[in-house]
């Protein structure tokens, strides 16, 4: 049963934009509200890190190689959450992970979405 499923994922240009989404088609929606949503990404040979996390009081943080160029959105409404990646960099090159943290300590992992930045 799918918890987490990411999309948006692509081949784009350096200097592109792409826009990830991730939704959570089983998740209730009071539950959905309060939980915590991550982007992580892991690059061939490298350690997964956090790209950007969204709380359920919508604070949100970033790396500091994505700031300025990436945004966090969640829509509770719609159990979504988006990741807006503008000015594409070829190290942003990467599978990109959708974490949701609910309150109880559950964490769900999508299966990720590839991004390739490149000429």
């Known amino acids: 049963q799918v918890q987490v499923l990411e999309s948006g994922g692509g081949l784009v240009q350096p200097g592109g934009s792409l826009r990830l989404s991730c939704a959570s088609p089983?998740?209730?929606?009071?539950?959905?509200?309060?939980?915590?949503i991550g982007w992580y990404r892991q690059a061939p040979g490298k350690e997964r890190e956090l790209v950007a996390n969204?709380?359920?009081?919508?604070?949100?943080n970033y790396a500091d190689s994505v700031k300025g160029r990436f945004t966090i959105t969640k829509d509770n409404s719609r159990k979504m959450v988006y990741l807006q990646m503008n000015n594409l960099k070829p190290e942003d090159t990467a599978v990109y992970y959708c974490?949701?943290?609910?309150?109880?300590?559950?964490?769900?992992w999508g299966q990720g979405t590839r991004v390739t930045v490149s000429s």
């Open positions: 974490t949701r943290k609910e309150p109880r300590g559950l964490t769900y």
């Open positions: 089983r998740s209730i929606l009071s539950v959905f509200s309060s939980s915590d």
């Open positions: 969204i709380t359920s009081g919508r604070t949100t």
